[in-house]
């Protein structure tokens, strides 16, 4: 699904991601950790085209994407949810999700059929159809998050980028995100996630790429990287008695 070699970004002489690569098969869901400034979000940013990378290369499904836009890389199946909420708060639920249809590509609106029943189940798979007529401002912040993801899921993509899901949400609405990201693994969707919360990211992860400093420093199974001696470094210090 996705093939990443040797990418690297720089800002004037501060590297910021320094050769990373790694592959993702379709339909594994893949946790990206690390601590504050590692480069996580960068790497969202440029594999979804906001930033062009300093040099390596992407390849998803087969496909040469490394030069391609956002929009570009959007129209051939790759949703991104953004840590800050993407949703038009001033707007209906209804038409929040009416605006993300409209932008598809007029042969993916022709393969959706009607429009209307569309929105109606993205807010049914979202558990927000009773809010339908509601503005989006008075959604929770984890009602946000659900209504991102089932929007992203309505639009046709394939890979879901998901940048810190569960940020200030509560805990029964972190289990429903969870409930989603496990339903788009049971329907064959992709999904890599930005996330703090580690019992989050072992409980849904098939694996973990751990980021530091812009280096991917191990790729494990969730309970592996829980029980490695690296992540500890990374986040407590070495220990001073080794």
């Known amino acids: 699904m996705l093939d990443v070699k040797g990418l690297s970004f720089s800002i ?4 910021i991601l320094s050769d990373v690569s790694f592959s993702v098969k379709e339909g594994e869901v893949i946790g990206l950790i690390g601590p504050n400034g590692s480069g996580k979000t960068t790497l969202f940013n440029v594999l979804s085209g906001f930033l062009n990378q300093t ?8 496909s040469d994407i490394t030069n391609l836009s956002p ?13 800050n909420f993407g949703i ?15 932008a598809l590509p007029k042969n993916q609106k022709r393969e959706l059929g009607d429009l209307k029943k569309v929105v ?19 959604l929770s912040g984890g009602q946000m998050r659900l209504l991102e993801i089932a929007r992203t899921l309505k639009s046709g993509n394939n890979l879901f980028l998901l940048d810190e899901p569960t940020a200030g949400v509560s805990p029964k609405m972190t289990n429903q995100i969870a409930d989603m990201i496990s339903t788009l693994k049971k329907d064959g969707k992709t999904v890599l996630i ?3 919360d580690l019992p989050f990211i072992g409980k849904i992860c098939d694996r973990v790429i751990v980021l530091d400093v812009g ?23 070495a ?3 080794t």
């Open 71 to 83: 929009y570009k890389r959007a129209h051939m199946g790759i949703g991104r949810v953004f840590q």
């Open 55 to 62: 040099s390596g290369s992407i390849t998803y499904k087969e």
């Open 88 to 102: 038009f708060r001033e707007m209906t639920l209804e038409e929040n999700v009416q605006v993300a249809l409209e």
């Open 12 to 15: 004037g002489n501060q590297p």
């Open 215 to 237: 280096h991917i420093v191990l790729s494990d199974t969730p309970q592996n990287v829980k029980q490695s001696k690296e992540l500890q470094e990374i986040y407590f210090g």
């Open 120 to 138: 109606k189940e993205t807010l049914e798979i979202a558990g927000l159809q009773d809010s339908a007529k509601k503005k989006a401002s008075s």
């Open 194 to 196: 930005i996330e703090h």
């Open 239 to 241: 220990d001073p008695t």
